[in-house]
C-alpha cells in the first residue's frame, strides 16, 4: 500500500489521523503550504534575507555602500633611504585626478610623531584617512603619559594589519606606504606596506614609479651608513630622475628626516632641472621627416 | 582620598594643582596620578573617590575624541563641560545608579581662551577663575580670593599655588606630595605636567614662605 499523505490536525497530537476540526486552530491556519508539484516538501522554506541586515553579503544589496575600486586623487612615487643618522623619506607633492596634475599642494610625506614619519603614495583621501588613525594613536600615548610613545615598527605593524583587514573585506585603503624613524634603542627602521598588506623592510625602499627608477641608484649608491650630505645628494638624484620620467609628477618636492634627535618635514623645495638639450631645444632638427 | 585639589585660571592658562596625602611608605613616589590628559589642550583633576573620577575622566576622553572624529577639531573646553555634566548628572536620574562620588576640576585652552570648569556630582558646573574641592578647601578658597589671577601668568600660579597647597596641609604631620599640571601658552597651549625643576623650586619657595608666616607669628 502506499501511504498517502495525510491531513494530519496538529491540534489532535503528531502523528495521529482525524477530520479536520471545525474551528481551525493555529496550528492549521499557520501551517506550511502543502506539497505542490513545483514546491517541494523537503528543505526548509523559502525565506527572504533583508539586504540590509547583511551588510557584506553582496555588493549589489545595498548600492549606496561601495567597495574601492579605483583611486581617484593619487599621488605618485615614495623614495626613502636609510644614512648614518636615520631615515629620509621623500616625495612630491602632487595630487593628481587621472592625467591632471590637480593639486599641487598636498604633503604626501608626513611626521608621526617624534619618533616616525610616514610617507604614501595612491589615493589621497585614505591616506588623510590613515592620517587621522595615527592621529588617535598618537593622542593614546600622549593621554598615557608613561614615557613611551609608539615606535616605527609599532607602527609598520598597526599599519600593516589595517591595511590587510581592509583588502581581506575587499575594501582597501589604496596606498603604498612607506614607514621611517628611529628605534628606541637607536637603530634606524625603514618599512613599507603595500594596499594588499604585503610589508617588508629595508634600507632602502621605493614605491611606484621610484621603484623602477631610483632603486638602481639606491642599490648602487645607498650605504648604511652614508652621511646625511651624501644621502640628501642621492636623494636629489633620485626625484630628479623621477620628475624626468613620470608624467604624473611635478617638480616641487619634501623631504622628511628621522634622527634620534627627532623628526622634521622639510619645506617644499625645487631641484633644477636640464631641459637644455639639443635634442629638445630644436626636436624637429634631427628627425627624418618631410618637414 | 582625603586630598585638595585647586584650579587657577591666569591671564595666560589655567594651573591645576592636587595635594595627595601619602598613605603609605611603601607607596611608589609619583604613582597614582590623579591629573589626567583628556586631550592635547585639555585636562581634568578630581577630587573624591579616585575609581569615580577615572570613570568621569574616561568619558571626557570618549567624548573629546568623538567631537574631534566628527568635527575635525579639538573639543571647546565649554562643549566638553557640558558633555560631562550632562553625564555626571545621568546618575543622579535613575534608580539603579549611584551618583559618581567624584568632583572634577576641567582645565582647557581652546581658542576661546583659558577656561577652568567645575563638575561636582549633581552634575552642576561652573566656569570659575579660582576654584578649590576637598579637604582643605574653604581654607584654599579664602587664599585663592586673595589672589589677583587675572593679572598673573601660570608661572608665577604655580608658585602661588604650592603655596596654598602647603597651607591648607599645614596642621598636619603626614607627609604628602604634590601634583601639578598646567595648560598655558608657556606649554604650547598643550596640557602637560609642570616641569619637575619648576615644581620643586615653587615647593620650596611655599615652604619658605610658609616659615617666615611661623616666624612671623
Not at chain 1, 630628479?240 to 623631504?255: G, P
Not at chain 2, 586631550?39 to 570613570?55: F, Q, S
Not at chain 2, 549633581?122 to 579660582?130: E, L, N, V
Not at chain 2, 584654599?140 to 604650592?162: F, G, Q, Y
Request: with cysteine.
Amino acid at each position: 500500500m502506499i501511504p498517502a499523505p495525510q491531513r494530519h490536525s496538529k491540534a489532535l497530537g503528531p502523528g495521529v489521523c482525524g477530520p479536520e476540526l471545525l474551528i481551525p486552530t493555529s496550528a492549521v491556519l499557520e501551517r506550511p503550504p502543502a506539497p505542490k508539484p513545483q514546491q517541494p516538501t523537503a528543505g526548509g522554506h523559502a525565506f527572504m534575507v533583508d539586504p540590509h541586515a547583511v551588510p557584506d553579503a553582496n555588493a549589489s544589496a545595498d548600492p549606496t555602500r561601495q567597495h574601492t575600486k579605483y583611486p581617484y586623487v593619487t599621488g605618485t612615487s615614495v623614495l626613502a633611504i636609510k644614512y648614518k643618522d636615520g631615515v629620509l623619506i621623500a616625495a612630491d607633492t602632487l595630487g593628481a585626478y587621472g592625467s591632471t596634475k590637480r593639486y599641487k599642494s598636498t604633503p604626501r610625506v608626513v611626521k608621526v610623531n617624534n619618533s616616525t614619519v610616514l610617507g604614501a603614495g595612491g589615493e589621497i583621501s585614505d591616506f588623510q584617512h590613515i592620517q587621522t588613525l595615527l592621529d588617535e594613536l598618537a593622542t593614546d600615548d600622549f593621554r598615557t603619559d608613561d614615557g613611551h610613545t609608539l615606535a616605527p615598527a609599532e607602527i609598520y605593524s598597526y599599519l600593516t594589519r589595517v591595511l590587510y583587514n581592509r583588502r581581506n573585506k575587499m575594501n582597501p585603503l589604496w596606498n603604498s606606504l612607506v614607514i621611517g624613524g628611529v628605534q628606541p634603542d637607536g637603530k634606524a627602521f625603514l618599512g613599507c606596506v603595500t594596499m594588499v598588506g604585503t610589508h617588508y623592510t629595508d634600507s632602502h625602499v621605493a614605491t611606484g614609479f621610484a621603484s623602477q627608477l631610483a632603486r638602481p641608484l639606491f642599490r648602487s649608491r645607498q650605504r648604511d651608513d652614508m652621511s646625511e650630505e651624501d644621502a640628501m645628494t642621492l636623494m636629489h638624484d633620485a626625484l630628479r630622475v623621477c620628475y624626468y620620467r613620470d608624467k604624473q609628477s611635478i617638480n616641487k618636492f619634501q623631504v622628511a628626516k628621522a634622527t634620534a634627535a627627532g623628526t622634521s618635514v622639510s619645506e617644499p623645495f625645487t631641484l633644477d632641472m636640464k631641459w637644455d638639450y639639443k635634442v629638445f631645444k630644436e626636436p624637429t632638427k634631427f628627425s627624418i621627416g618631410a618637414w | 582620598m582625603a586630598s585638595t585639589v585647586i584650579g587657577l585660571r591666569c591671564k595666560d592658562g589655567v594651573v591645576l594643582a592636587v595635594e595627595k596625602l601619602v598613605l603609605s611608605k611603601l607607596l611608589v613616589a609619583g604613582s597614582n596620578k590623579k591629573i589626567y590628559h583628556v586631550d592635547k589642550h585639555a585636562g581634568i583633576a578630581t577630587a573624591g573617590l579616585a575609581p569615580d573620577g577615572r570613570m568621569v575622566v574616561n568619558r571626557a576622553c570618549e567624548e573629546s575624541a568623538q567631537y574631534k572624529r566628527f568635527y575635525g577639531e579639538l573639543i571647546p573646553g565649554h562643549v566638553l563641560c557640558d558633555r560631562v555634566a550632562s553625564y555626571v548628572h545621568m546618575f543622579n536620574l535613575y534608580w539603579a545608579f549611584r551618583p559618581y562620588g567624584a568632583t572634577t576640576l576641567l582645565a582647557t585652552y581652546d581658542k576661546n581662551g583659558p577656561a577652568l570648569h567645575m563638575i561636582d556630582p549633581s552634575g552642576t558646573a561652573y566656569r570659575y577663575f579660582g576654584a578649590a574641592v576637598g579637604k582643605g578647601r574653604q581654607l584654599a578658597r579664602n587664599e585663592i580670593e586673595k589672589l589677583k589671577l587675572s593679572e598673573m601668568t601660570c608661572r608665577e600660579a604655580v608658585v602661588e599655588a604650592a603655596k596654598i597647597l602647603h597651607r591648607v596641609h599645614d596642621d598636619e604631620a603626614k607627609p604628602f606630595e604634590i601634583e601639578m599640571s598646567w595648560v598655558c601658552d608657556e606649554s604650547g597651549k598643550t596640557h602637560e605636567r609642570v616641569p619637575a625643576e619648576l615644581l620643586a623650586a615653587a615647593c620650596t619657595a611655599a615652604k619658605a614662605s610658609l616659615d617666615e608666616d611661623d616666624m612671623d607669628e
